[in-house]
């Protein structure tokens, strides 16, 4: 059986890198050759949940063709988001927890998609109907990419399956998840020592809304002000990116996570959509979002519904 490669989305979070590391960890217990990859290098917060448990970052690639025929997708299955030739590798897997959008195969798949708070929830109940014992480390990986995904649990995305799942993985991973899981968030927010450029690509996704292409970046932080003291730094490098890689609309998700409130940046046009989305007007290029923290289920729907309206 010839080797494959697991990876999530461009612009990895925690759990597209962990998710990648779990489902390869569990394909190669049962029988299968693959290893997990990343489509760009771990940002803060990811980089603190590896060193603390001793993990070694995935190798990075921009393309799979060059290695392997197939390749297994984890927290992502729309085109745009995965790796640049994702066209010229049979996509033989996927396991997500995001809607599905412009995502065809040529040959039939194993395809897993459930709506819960984390790719890695997922991949933890896979665990389980397969009789496979997960390891302490990657326990805490996995619990980690739960945390991150829904904020400890605060997110309107977290389902009482990531409740139970997280205080099952702390357990195994001997883990006090509430006073880590705040640390954790916490390493991710630091962002005085980040250029502009690299606030808005840390955390991107790219979505296709009737015809406009819609970029949505989300900065965590613990200081909505702090952000918003570098605007138009903000502004100018988003527009650059916008004219670089023809995005329409770049909007920047803010969003404190103490108080769960968030503030949307919005570079570009159409912004009508964008006011319908939310019902609210733009001010200086903004929108106050109290209580919006998820970008999944809080933001992509309501801006899908917009753009189709």
């Not at 995904?149 to 357990?171: G, H, I, Y």
């Not at 502009?196 to 690509?201: A, G, M, P, V």
Request: charged share 25%.
């Amino acid at each position: 059986m010839s080797k494959e490669l697991v990876f999530g989305h461009q612009s990895p979070d925690t759990d597209a890198i962990v998710a990648a590391k779990a489902l390869s960890y569990l394909e190669n217990k049962l029988g299968h050759d693959t290893e997990a990859v990343a489509l760009g290098e771990p940002n803060e917060e990811t980089k603190f949940v590896l060193d603390h448990f001793n993990e070694p970052a995935p190798r990075v690639i921009t393309k799979a063709a060059p290695e392997v025929d197939s390749v297994m997708l984890v927290d992502h299955n729309e085109p745009q988001q995965s790796v640049s030739d994702i066209a010229d590798v049979t996509v033989s897997t996927v396991v997500d927890h995001h809607r599905i959008s412009g995502f065809n195969t040529a040959q039939p798949l194993f395809y897993r998609a459930e709506p819960l708070g984390c790719c890695s929830t997922v991949i933890y109940k896979m665990f389980k109907e397969n009789d496979v014992e997960i390891p302490a480390k990657l326990a805490g990986l996995m619990l980690s990419a739960i945390i991150s995904d829904t904020l400890l649990l605060k997110s309107p995305t977290t389902t009482p399956t990531d409740v139970a799942v997280v205080k099952d993985l702390a357990k195994i991973a001997d883990v006090d998840y509430e006073s880590y899981g705040l640390d954790m968030l916490k390493a991710g927010t630091n962002l005085a020592s980040k250029s502009e450029k690299e606030l808005i690509d840390a955390d991107a996704k790219s979505f296709e809304m009737a015809g406009t292409t819609v970029r949505v970046a989300q900065i965590n932080t613990v200081d909505l002000p702090e952000v918003f003291d570098r605007q138009a730094a903000l502004e100018a490098a988003a527009k650059a990116e916008n004219d670089a890689d023809g995005y329409d609309l770049f909007l920047i998700l803010a969003t404190n996570i103490l108080d769960s409130n968030s503030e949307l940046l919005v570079v570009g046009a159409p912004t009508e959509p964008v006011e319908k989305a939310f019902g609210k007007k733009l001010a200086n290029n903004r929108l106050s979002l109290p209580g919006v923290v998820s970008r999944k289920k809080q933001v992509v729907p309501q801006l899908t519904d917009a753009f189709n309206a």
